[in-house]
């Protein structure tokens, strides 16, 4: 159950992020992974996969549930192999091999349960009959698989926890760690089948330690994900407060500024609905990114009244205070309509120290600050 909420939370995050971008490939493996695991959890409950089986006929679960399940894996490693940087031609041979792997496997397990008397379809790792070639060949194939998927899986996420940044590569790691640990217990899955065909039944022991092993290897791949999602989320987070700050800093300015020149607000799309209105809603980096054009703008318009209320001043560097009474000054002469005939020569105002995006906001902000107090 705790896998299936994690996996249920994940679907909706990322869900969210792929309606915003949907030609993102890594999101489209990831979403179809999440939810194809999801499905899969379910479909391993001896409740859901009996009804299943009174829908239809006995076995039609156990397929099911390896079907759904293991395409789940199929996807996960398709998350990591589209999220390495290498050519086109790298991605669709990976592509290709997992993709033909997995059918191959997928219809082999079909062949197998067919080939299995109807009365013995309903068989699980304690059945009597694993002597039976089909029911051995089935435990076979299907734990063959999970071993290359775990294994693969668990591969491409310690080579990405040793490209990534502190904390996600602790979540890699740990992630990693526990994908090898269920390979190991699928491995071990392969061993059990191959004694219990000649001793139905035997090791029990074995099969007790190896379902622990296999619950703390996904408890592992479990916290792995939580301190990779936990630390992304506050990263996140942390973002949007931060951009909304100084979304709501630029306030004074961006006032002044765009009732002075309307036309500087950029024009929005139409408002949709649905889907549409989803993918179109502006983060809170895309609403101060705007303003913070807008304000630049604004102040490269007033610029020319700047220089002449202020023609000695050194208005690139001028303090945010002295700049503050400056645009005022200058919003008081420039004229309310002006004639688009008339060249007025632009200046810089406000120039950062940085040529980066960080230090022309601050520089805006404390400009806007100034603004404030000037008008308090």
Request: aromatic fraction near 8%.
């Amino acid at each position: 159950m705790p896998l299936i909420a994690l996996l249920v939370l994940g679907l909706l995050w990322k869900g969210a992020d792929l309606v915003r971008a949907p030609h993102d490939r890594v999101l489209r493996f990831l979403v179809a992974s999440l939810f194809l695991l999801m499905v899969g959890e379910i479909l391993s409950f001896h409740e859901v996969n009996g009804a299943i089986d009174q829908a239809t006929t006995a076995g039609v679960g156990k397929l099911v549930f390896n079907q759904v399940y293991l395409s789940g894996l199929f996807s996960l490693i398709l998350v990591f192999v589209s999220a390495t940087s290498g050519p086109e031609a790298d991605y669709r041979r990976h592509l290709r091999m997992n993709a033909g792997l997995l059918a191959g496997v997928l219809t082999t397990l079909v062949l197998v349960m067919l080939a299995t008397p109807t009365g013995m379809r309903s068989h699980s790792l304690g059945t009597p009959n694993m002597a039976q070639p089909p029911i051995a060949s089935f435990y076979f194939v299907g734990n063959a698989y999970f071993v290359y998927a775990y294994l693969t899986s668990g591969l491409w996420a310690l080579r990405y926890a040793r490209r990534a940044s502190r904390n996600l590569g602790l979540g890699l790691l740990a992630m990693g760690l526990g994908l090898l640990g269920l390979t190991i217990t699928s491995v071990n899955r392969v061993i059990l089948v191959t004694l219990r065909i000649d001793e139905p039944g035997s090791h029990e022991a074995f099969n007790t330690a190896n379902w622990s092993l296999s619950e703390w290897s996904m408890g592992i791949v479990l916290i792995g994900i939580c301190y990779a999602g936990g630390t992304q989320l506050v990263t996140r987070v942390r973002s949007v407060l931060h951009h909304r700050r100084m979304y709501h800093e630029l306030g004074p300015l961006w006032e002044v500024l765009t009732a002075a020149y309307p036309e500087l607000v950029l024009s929005r799309p139409p408002s949709d609905s649905g889907w549409r209105s989803v993918r179109r809603s502006r983060t809170h980096e895309r609403r101060f990114y705007r303003r913070l054009i807008e304000c630049r703008d604004g102040l490269v318009r007033l610029s020319p009244y700047l220089t002449r209320v202020a023609p000695d001043a050194d208005l690139a560097q001028a303090p945010a205070g002295r700049l503050a009474r400056h645009v005022t000054e200058a919003l008081a002469v420039k004229p309310p309509t002006e004639s688009p005939h008339i060249e007025l020569p632009a200046a810089l105002i406000a120039s950062p120290a940085s040529s980066d995006l960080g230090a022309d906001a601050r520089q805006l902000i404390a400009l806007s600050h100034a603004l404030r107090e000037r008008t308090s």
